[in-house]
């Protein structure tokens, strides 16, 4: 049995996002930020729907958090994503000043890590939560895409 707020209680969480993001045909990638045990803010890819390339999950997570806090800087908060953020996306977590990210599966191509991307020296990282079912979304995700074309 899972216990309650722990770090694979919330990236099930985020997984849910994710599984939004795929039945909207979206590159399935969800994400979640929480303080205190509370989830204070979600989000999955928009790309497609918003025709924006920069409506990843976690760009989604940061504007909503930020939102409801009533500031731009998300210290004492945890990001949980399904999928390692992008160089891009790891620039505005960089500035936001989360405390902490968690993340399910690496992006062994785009992933700020291989991209050399700096996170905010206060900032801890855990990856690897939910690995397996982080990974099985997209791959699903992009062989169901592979048939269709």
Same mark, same amino acid.
């Given at each position: 049995? /899972?216990?309650?707020? !722990?770090?694979? $209680? =919330? ?9 939004? *993001?795929?039945?909207? !045909? ?5 994400? %979640?930020? #929480?303080?205190?045990?509370?989830? %204070?803010? &979600? ?28 500031? &731009? $800087?998300?210290?004492?908060?945890? @990001?949980? #994503? ?10 505005? @977590? $960089? ?5 902490? /990210?968690? =993340? ?9 890590? &291989?991209?050399?991307?700096? @996170?905010?020296?206060?900032?801890? #990282?855990?990856?690897?939560? @939910? *690995?397996?079912?982080?990974?099985? /979304?997209?791959?699903? =995700? =992009?062989? *169901? ?5």
């Amino acid at each position: 049995m /899972i216990e309650p707020y !722990d770090d694979t $209680y =919330f990236m099930q969480k985020a997984l849910q996002e994710a599984e939004a *993001a795929f039945d909207r !045909d979206e590159i399935p990638v969800g994400a %979640i930020i #929480v303080t205190d045990n509370r989830i %204070i803010a &979600k989000g999955h890819n928009l790309t497609e729907t918003l025709t924006d390339v920069t409506a990843h999950a976690e760009m989604q997570a940061i504007t909503a958090g930020a939102s409801f806090l009533g500031g &731009k $800087y998300l210290k004492d908060c945890t @990001l949980y #994503v399904t999928l390692e953020p992008c160089q891009m996306c790891a620039g505005a @977590l $960089y500035w936001s000043q989360i405390s902490r /990210i968690v =993340f399910g599966a690496s992006d062994e191509h785009r992933g700020y890590r &291989k991209m050399g991307t700096q @996170l905010h020296p206060k900032t801890q #990282v855990s990856h690897g939560i @939910l *690995a397996e079912e982080c990974s099985k /979304i997209l791959d699903d =995700f =992009f062989k *169901a895409r592979r048939r269709l074309n």
